[in-house]
């Protein structure tokens, strides 16, 4: 008899079977030479290397937004665009400073409107952050305080100029208190916030080593809230120029207000030009003043995601 002949199969499948619809190969999917097992096809992460501005070209940047705006005030005042009785060109502006400046009254003005804002801004402050941190610590303060001071926080500070009038009649009292409630409220709600978003760990930490109340804040809430406060105050010190032109507007007999409003009366727009500038170089220089104490402050902070990129 002769045995059986025996083949190997491959399990699953049977001699002379065709491959399953779906499972022919695909052409050019073979694995190109020499990558069989390694990772040589795959791309290779490089992450950004970031390279500092250099101060210079900083400066070149930003100066650029201010010059084409000057530029075209410029070329607008020679093509006859802009006529001396709707906006008066820069080289009539400029004479306007030279001459205020010369005669003494911008440097007074000047001196006067600070003054104004600078004790206004200051009151703002400690009222802000006094309330901040009372309702923002405290539950009781919370409970207390946040609702009406939210409340009183949606009312416009302009409308109230009428009703200090009458409070406080048309002298000095007026005016500064008003830059005070508009610089209150931003301070305010910056402070609670930060101050809610503080480590709660921390402070039961800090309780547990036997530090009083006004030490945790002292050492642990306000440190750990110092971005929130440096934001207030770099909204309150805005403010603070907005409410000062708001306030002049009292009856002022001093101030870049009132040579404003003496400006108006003679229409000379070179010296009301001059008194716009100097409110936004106010503004300005509160801005850069708050960026200089973040880096102070906080010099860990960058601009941003793509702060250092060129």
């Known amino acids: 008899m002769t045995a059986p002949v025996t083949t190997e ?15 022919e190969a695909v052409p050019g999917t073979e694995p190109a030479p ?57 080289a009539q502006v400029v004479g306007a400073v030279s001459e ?14 600070l003054t104004r804002s600078g004790v206004g801004l200051v009151i703002g402050l400690a009222a802000g952050l006094t309330l901040g941190i009372t309702t923002g610590f405290t539950r009781l303060g919370d409970e207390l305080l946040d609702s009406s001071l939210q409340t009183l926080r949606t009312i416009p500070f302009l409308s109230l100029v009428p009703l200090f009038m009458v409070w ?14 508009a610089t209150t409220f931003p301070m305010y709600v910056s402070t609670t916030g930060g101050v809610r978003n503080t480590d709660r760990k921390l402070v039961e930490a800090m309780r547990s080593f036997g530090l009083g109340r ?6 642990v809430v306000l ?23 708001a306030a002049e507007e009292i009856n002022a007999t001093a101030g870049i207000g009132y040579l404003m ?19 936004g170089l106010l503004g300005l220089t509160a801005d850069v003043l708050v960026r200089g104490l973040e880096r102070v402050l906080m010099p860990w902070r960058t601009a941003g995601p793509g702060g250092g990129a060129r």
């Open 214 to 219: 006004l030490a945790i804040v002292r050492q």
């Open 9 to 23: 199969e491959t399990p699953g499948e049977s001699p002379g079977a065709e491959p399953a619809p779906g499972t």
């Open 100 to 113: 205020l400046w010369g005669n003494g009254q911008l440097s007074d003005a000047l001196a006067t409107s």
């Open 34 to 90: 020499g990558t069989e097992g390694d990772t040589a096809g795959l791309v290779v992460p490089r992450p950004p290397v970031h390279r500092p501005r250099s101060r210079t070209y900083s400066l070149t940047v930003r100066a650029l937004g201010p010059v084409a705006l000057l530029a075209l005030w410029w070329a607008s005042s020679a093509t006859g665009l802009l006529t001396p009785d709707v906006l008066a060109s820069p």
């Open 223 to 245: 440190p750990g809230a110092l971005p929130s406060l440096l934001a207030g105050l770099r909204l309150s010190m805005t403010l603070s120029v907005i409410a000062l032109i």
């Open 261 to 279: 409003s003496q400006a108006q009366s003679y229409a000379r727009t070179d010296v009301l030009a001059v008194c716009i500038l100097v409110y």
């Open 168 to 181: 406080f009649g048309i002298n000095e009292t007026a005016k500064i208190l008003l830059i005070a409630v």
